[in-house]
Structures are given as C-alpha cells and as structure tokens.
C-alpha cells in the first residue's frame, strides 16, 4: 500500500525521466549532513549525496543516491531557502526513500526557483563565471601569503586550502551557507570561519624585520602588570601600526570585524545556549561572512602598497571584486 502510494505519486507527477527540477523543505538535506555513511559533495550551489562505499547495499535498487541538488528561494520571500532535485533522481531512489522525501515536499511548487549557479550549469549547460564569496575567501588567503612571501616574510596564514577544485575535498567541513537554520550549525559555522582565518594567522610572519618592514613584539602587559603573549589579531594590529601610518581605517575596516568574530567563537566554548530553529541565521551568516570577508580582502589591499607586494598577480575576481556572491 505505502509502496504504490509513493509510486503513484512519483510516476504520476513525473512520468518520464526527465530533468524538472523539484522543490522540498531545507531540512531533507540534514540527515545526509548529520550522517557518516554518507558521502556528501556541497560546493556552494550544487552538491550531491551517496553513500560510502564500505555502507553500499547489495542490492543495487537499495542505493541511495542524489546525483545533482541545489539551494533554491521562495518567490515571496527569497530570504527563505529550499532544495531542489530533479525529477529522474527523485525517481531512482529507493521506495522507503522517495517516501522520506515526500513528506518534505513543498506545496506550490511553481513559487520556488533554483539558484542561479544551479540553472546555469545544471540546468542550460553553461559555464559559471561567478564565485562564491566562501570560494574567494580562500582565494584571498593564498593571495596574502604570496604577498608576504613577496615580502621576504614567512606566509601569513599556516593552511591554505584549494579553492580552484571543483570537488573541493580540502574543504572544511561546514565551510559553506548553512542549510538547516539552528544555532548549532551557526556556532559550528563560526567555529570554522575562526580556525580558517584568525586562528590560521601565523604570527612569525610578524616577527620577522626585514629592510624595508618593521616587525612587532610578542608579548604585552595584561592588567596585572606580567607579561603575557598577544593574541593573533593584536598581533596584526601592531604589525600595521608599526609599518602603515595614518590610516585609521585599518582598525574599523580590519580589526574590529576580525575581533568580532574571536568573540562569537568564544561563546560556545563559554557559554550554554538553547539550539533554537531561526531563519534569520541564514541573514545571520551571510553578514558574518561578508564582514571576514572585507577584512581579509583590506588586508590585501594594504600589502599591495609594498613594492614586491604588487608584484604578485592578484586573480581578476579578486582584483575586480565583482561576480562574487552569496548563494
């Protein structure tokens, strides 16, 4: 009975294998995330989801697989985020599957839309030109450590991850727009975007004097009088007091945000807090990253005012600072 029912369903709606792309609630994802029988690929406006070889069933009609999803919007609100599948992978899965999908199915299927990496990739066949802001994010770390090479000082960053591959296996885990809204994947989130930047920060590289750079101390006074290390962001903020004068800016447009985000990383490891289901996480997050994302990007622009520094090839994207966006 229920398998006929979720067969009905399917073939019914969709009588042929095609590509219609299919519209459910965000929250179907969550399960594979949470999951480590599950291989799952996120880039930022496509993924796919199997299982792990070692998990594989026997019979292959009990595979479970989604070869190609994306994020998608609602028309009436686009703040508000789905997913979306085609048709013929709805089809392959396993009955028992199709039927955890179904009860995720989002009525008014026609008042969703696709992202528009998704469509024009997956769906007309064309080439996407644009980035994502997550993507450029690691662009600008490796920028930044071939200016400070440039430089004559060791790299600023410790780890650079690839950013041109388009599997990204050397991605962090969670490095990628949160899909299920709950403050448990917002301070997981923060927690990474905290160990990729501020807490990858190197501080020999501002250790270092050379000929034509100053190079800051490593230990400061705290308010007992003993001498104490600094942190990885005072560090920075020394380093440009001592080497770039009369720029106010550095502190708002650098420092602040980059100070913001080693306190939001600090209150889950202080603090207890409720796991609460809120959509505004998503505007949350996309806040967030574009602040860590300015503030890297101005610390590039700043190098790039040192002699060797400009001689290093900076990407066209990065240089334009157009066709990057937030999926």
Not at 220 to 247: C, H, R, T, Y
């Amino acid at each position: 009975m229920i398998k006929k029912a979720v067969e009905g369903f399917f073939n019914q709606m969709y009588p042929t294998q095609d590509y219609t792309p299919i519209y459910f609630k965000i929250d179907v994802l969550e399960r594979y995330f949470k999951d480590p029988r599950f291989l799952v690929w996120y880039s930022d406006y496509r993924g796919s989801i199997a299982l792990k070889d070692e998990y594989a069933p026997d019979d292959l009609d009990e595979y479970e697989e989604v070869r190609d999803f994306g994020l998608a919007y609602s028309k009436i609100d686009k703040t508000k985020r789905a997913v979306v599948v085609f048709a013929i992978d709805l089809k392959n899965m396993p009955i028992k599957i199709q039927g955890y999908w179904s009860t995720y199915w989002l009525d008014n299927q026609d008042k969703y839309f696709p992202n528009s990496g998704f469509v024009k990739n997956l769906i007309k066949g064309e080439w996407v030109e644009d980035i994502s802001i997550f993507s450029a994010l690691l662009m600008e770390l490796h920028t930044i450590n071939e200016m400070y090479k440039a430089m004559g000082l060791p790299p600023m960053f410790k780890k650079e991850f690839v950013f041109n591959d388009l599997s990204q296996n050397d991605r962090p885990t969670g490095y990628h727009s949160i899909l299920l809204p709950t403050r448990e994947n917002y301070y997981n989130f923060v927690s990474t975007l905290e160990k990729i930047t501020t807490g990858n920060i190197d501080i020999d590289a501002f250790l270092c004097p050379t000929s034509s750079i100053k190079a800051t101390t490593r230990m400061q006074l705290n308010d007992d009088g003993k001498e104490v290390p600094k942190g990885s962001v005072k560090m920075l903020s020394d380093w440009f007091a001592a080497n770039i004068a009369g720029n106010p800016k550095i502190q708002s447009d650098v420092i602040e945000p980059l100070k913001k985000l080693v306190k939001l990383r600090q209150t889950p490891a202080h603090k207890l807090y409720k796991n609460d289901y809120d959509e505004s996480i998503w505007s949350d997050q996309n806040k967030l990253i574009c602040e860590i994302y300015t503030a890297i990007r101005n610390i590039r622009l700043l190098l790039a005012n040192h002699p060797q520094a400009k001689l290093v090839k900076v990407d066209k994207i990065l240089y334009e600072g157009r066709n990057i966006k937030i999926y």
